[in-house]
């Protein structure tokens, strides 16, 4: 049977919910955790990459505006260079040699016109596919603002188109030549922006980024580095020239961070997956524990209920004797609480027995093994006595068994207690209807033999009557007839007939007694008393009397007896029952004792006595105790006494009594005959001829 | 002491039914010394056999005297109380009066026997004139429902020759009815019914009706409409 089936649907279902909400909850957590360790890692690294990328377009925006206005300063101080052409024409190719970004130099006078125009070596020249005139308008715009400015300033980047339908971007640098306060002219330097970058990034390398000038509408003018890829992270930033302003930017190669590649995220995955895998085991486990527990639980309940409803009482003793556990049933039989049962001295264990039972636990305790080995012992456990709480004495029954542990140990005694008391009440009953049958059966056969006698002597009796009657009226008749002699003597016959019928009914009857003398036969007196023991001793029990047997040590010479064993045992029975219910009322438990003692009487004879430790004969009862009828008792019938008597002195003795050899409690005593060796004989050659 | 029997009516008899010879005999002398009568069985059967005898369809007449039986309780065999029932099932307890001897241990059965009309028990021992006393009561008694017991013997005999129609003619003359009347109701002549009615007559030993109807309400034996 399992819990679902016993619990009702309705209240299995919350309960179940109640337990899976700690886990559900557990999960949710876990989830929004990971799930939030997992974004702040993947933001991380996006942040991280933002960052360098803002790193290196800061560094290649503050490179490349040095370079520029490197080259301005280098510009200027071409100009100052006054006269004539050649001695600018050498260091002009001198700059374009060291600065690669700078395709051309011209020199203009201050109408602009274009006196001296000087290429860059490396790179055809710039102004092969359109003249410089048809793109000479930004330069003309910013040479006209560097006047005004009187300083260097940059053109607005154009694009050159070049052979083979490509072309370069490029932007001017207009430096105004003044010379003592007059302007001479200008110097105009063409930058291309594409080496620009390329300087750039050859100075700081920026391997992961493409660097790129782009107009504000995103238009790339001129780019450098490895390709952008996806473009996810960008930066920007404004080269503030003079007269023009560059947007640099920085474009990261590196495409949004995956989840799976990075290592810290997968770190992080993993750690989840196996947290995860862990928290389902754990509540994998915990299922099968509280499956565990509930099974346990229940096979306990099953248990308690087992031991709620025995009868049996059950107590488990340790090695030491104390109590470790007893059940209910128990309890309500001694009638004492848990509490109480852990004393020292058992309260369950009547005064009187007290140091028989300890002496007896102690040899269990000594005996340990042999008792442990021999299970059979145990079944068929032992009697004795308990006491109840109110002090009543009670007969029980103890099977005991050795409790054994997990690891084999012998740890203590597991004993059932069964109450006797109920079924000894019906023995006792049982045993008095017996008595009380046995009497029945006695009267009645007494009655029988009472009406069998008294039938048999009334039929001659009444003849007799008949005749005498008959013949009084005949002698009366006032008119006798001749018949009438004839037929007072057929009277007179008749009834000496009868009578003398009547005689042969007496002389059988002691015929019967007689014969009942006979049949006397020679037995151990011992064996006489311990005939009557267990009918004795089943008495004794109701009043928790001990019976004791005292025998003539062994090494003495047997005794015999010649009596009639079934009336001897009968008086034995009635002088025992008498002294058991002598002591009933008043004899304190442990005092309770009968004796049944047989030794040598005077020669020829052996001596009974018969002694308990009760309150003794009152003189006033004394006188009368062997009167017919005379008794003390109310169910008594005054017979007990007067027929032990008629019988003792039938067997030629007497019976007497006086007080107990220790002076407490009555002694009965009688003597009987010991047979004489030839008359066994005798009887034994009868026997065997019956 | 007890007052004479009317001697027309025969001689009184006794009957002894007990196992017991000795007592038996011993009864039947004391009997004897009184100058009455007794006649001794030793079992119920030997006097239930004898008295199938007597009271035999041919002699209708049984007891010809007033008799008395005297009945032991125990016996072996046929018990005293089933001989007892026996003789009350013939109808002859008026005329043959039972007088139970009964050893201790039998009273509560004589009572109850007492009760269906036994004339009465005794315990033994008895005193053996007080119940030679009570058998002279019994025989008493016997004799006064004689002559009524044994008319309507006769009369039951006669009733029983009578044809069907006879007695239907019977039963309305006894009622008053005029033969007129009764030949109407019975569908036939006026002259049949006096032939009938001289028959019933002649048959039941009568001269009226109106000694008819007296015969008839005599022991309230007539089991007619």
């Given at each position: 049977m399992t819990a679902a089936a016993v619990v009702p649907e309705s209240a299995a279902a919350p309960r179940r919910l109640r337990r899976a909400l700690p886990w559900v909850l557990l999960l949710l957590l876990l989830g929004v955790a990971q799930t939030l360790l997992l974004l702040l890692t993947v933001r991380y690294e996006a942040t991280r990459a933002q960052d360098e990328t803002e790193l290196v377009v800061g560094e290649m925006a503050s490179e490349i505006r040095g370079a520029l206005l490197l080259a301005e300063q280098q510009l200027q101080a071409l100009g100052w260079g006054p006269g004539p052409v050649d001695a600018w024409r050498a260091p002009a190719a001198e700059l374009l040699k060291a600065r690669r970004e700078l395709r051309r130099l011209e020199r203009r006078d201050n109408a602009q016109n274009v006196l001296e125009v000087q290429d860059s070596p490396y790179l055809p020249r710039l102004f092969m596919q359109m003249p410089r005139s048809a793109l000479g308008l930004e330069a003309e715009a910013a040479c006209g603002v560097a006047r005004r400015a009187a300083a260097p300033t940059f053109s607005r980047s154009y694009f050159v188109p070049t052979a083979a339908g490509l072309g370069s971007e490029v932007m001017d640098l207009c430096v105004p030549v003044q010379l003592a306060g007059r302007s001479q002219g200008f110097v105009v330097g063409t930058f291309a922006l594409t080496p620009l970058l390329e300087g750039a990034l050859a100075v700081r390398p920026a391997r992961r980024h493409e660097i790129s000038f782009v107009e504000g509408d995103g238009t790339r003018l001129a780019r450098a580095g490895p390709s952008r890829g996806a473009s996810t992270y960008r930066a920007?930033?404004?080269?503030?020239?003079?007269?023009?302003?560059?947007?640099?930017?920085?474009?990261?190669?590196?495409?949004?961070?995956?989840?799976?590649?990075?290592?810290?995220?997968?770190?992080?995955?993993?750690?989840?997956?196996?947290?995860?895998a862990v928290v389902l085991l754990l509540a994998r486990d915990v299922r099968r524990r509280a499956r565990a527990e509930e099974a346990l639980a229940e096979a306990l309940a099953f248990r308690q209920a087992m031991e709620n409803s025995l009868v049996t009482g059950l107590r488990a003793r340790d090695l030491a004797g104390a109590i470790t556990y007893v059940n209910p049933a128990f309890c309500s039989m001694v009638g004492c609480s848990v509490q109480e049962l852990k004393a020292e001295v058992p309260p369950y264990w009547p005064p009187e027995h007290l140091q028989a039972y300890q002496r007896r636990q102690a040899a269990r305790m000594q005996g340990l093994a042999t008792v442990a080995r021999d299970p059979a012992e145990a079944r068929e456990g032992f009697e004795t006595v308990f006491m109840r709480q109110d002090g009543e004495r009670f007969p029980v029954m103890v099977y005991e068994a050795p409790l054994v542990d997990g690891q084999g140990r012998h740890t203590g005694w597991m004993s059932a207690v069964v109450d006797l008391s109920a079924q000894r009440r019906v023995e006792d009953i049982s045993r008095q209807q017996l008595d009380r049958l046995q009497a029945t059966a006695r009267l009645a056969t007494v009655g029988e033999m009472a009406s069998l006698l008294s039938h048999e002597l009334n039929q001659p009796l009444a003849a007799i009557a008949s005749y005498a009657s008959g013949s009084m009226n005949l002698l009366a008749d006032p008119d006798p007839d001749g018949a009438t002699p004839g037929l007072l003597r057929q009277a007179l016959e008749r009834i000496a007939e009868q009578a003398e019928r009547a005689g042969h009914v007496i002389k059988s009857v002691h015929d019967f007694v007689r014969r009942r003398e006979q049949q006397h036969e020679s037995l151990a007196a011992g064996a006489l008393l311990e005939s009557v023991l267990p009918l004795a001793r089943l008495q004794a029990r109701k009043s928790s009397t001990r019976i004791e047997l005292d025998l003539p040590p062994p090494g003495a010479p047997p005794l015999r007896v010649r009596c009639d064993r079934t009336m001897l045992e009968q008086v034995l029975l009635n002088l025992a029952r008498n002294g058991i219910q002598a002591m009933e009322t008043a004899t304190p438990l442990q005092d309770r004792v009968l004796t049944l003692r047989v030794r040598p009487g005077p020669p020829g004879r052996v001596a009974f006595s018969v002694i308990d430790a009760g309150a003794g004969v009152p003189p006033e009862v004394a006188e009368r105790l062997f009167t017919p009828f005379f008794t003390t008792r109310a169910e008594?019938?005054?017979?007990?006494?007067?027929?032990?008597?008629t019988v003792i002195e039938q067997h030629g003795g007497t019976l007497e009594f006086g007080p107990g050899p220790l002076g407490v409690g009555t002694e009965f005593r009688f003597t009987l005959a010991a047979p004489k060796p030839a008359q066994s004989d005798e009887t034994a050659a009868s026997a065997m001829a019956a | 002491m007890t007052p004479a029997l009317d001697p027309l009516l025969g001689i009184p008899v006794v009957y002894l039914v007990d196992d017991e010879d000795v007592v038996r005999e011993a009864l039947a002398w004391l009997l004897r010394s009184r100058r009455r009568l007794s006649e001794q069985f030793a079992s119920a059967d030997t006097f239930l056999s004898?008295?199938?005898?007597?009271?035999?369809?041919?002699?209708?007449?049984?007891?010809?005297?007033?008799?008395?039986?005297?009945?032991?309780?125990?016996?072996?065999?046929?018990?005293?109380?089933?001989?007892?029932?026996?003789?009350?099932?013939?109808?002859?307890?008026?005329?043959?009066?039972?007088?139970?001897?009964?050893?201790?241990?039998?009273?509560?059965?004589?009572?109850?026997?007492v009760k269906r009309g036994a004339f009465d028990f005794v315990e033994k021992p008895f005193s053996n004139n007080a119940l030679v006393d009570r058998i002279e009561q019994a025989l008493q008694a016997s004799a006064a429902e004689l002559p009524p017991w044994r008319a309507g013997r006769l009369r039951d005999r006669a009733l029983a020759e009578l044809t069907e129609r006879e007695r239907e003619v019977m039963s309305r003359v006894v009622a008053g009815r005029p033969n007129k009347l009764i030949a109407d109701e019975l569908g036939i002549s006026v002259r049949t019914v006096e032939v009938h009615r001289a028959r019933i007559f002649e048959k039941m030993n009568v001269g009226s009706a109106v000694e008819l109807a007296n015969l008839l309400r005599l022991g309230g034996g007539h089991d007619g409409e």
């Open positions: 920007e930033r404004i080269i503030d020239l003079p007269g023009a302003q560059l947007l640099l930017r920085a474009d990261s190669s590196s495409a949004a961070p995956s989840v799976i590649p990075n290592l810290a995220t997968a770190l992080v995955l993993g750690l989840s997956l196996a947290l995860f008594g019938m005054g017979l007990g006494l007067s027929l032990c008597r | 004898w008295l199938a005898r007597q009271t035999a369809p041919t002699r209708p007449n049984w007891p010809a005297s007033p008799a008395c039986l005297v009945l032991d309780v125990r016996m072996p065999g046929t018990s005293g109380l089933a001989l007892f029932e026996q003789v009350a099932e013939r109808g002859l307890l008026p005329v043959l009066p039972v007088i139970f001897l009964t050893g201790h241990g039998d009273v509560p059965t004589a009572v109850a026997a």
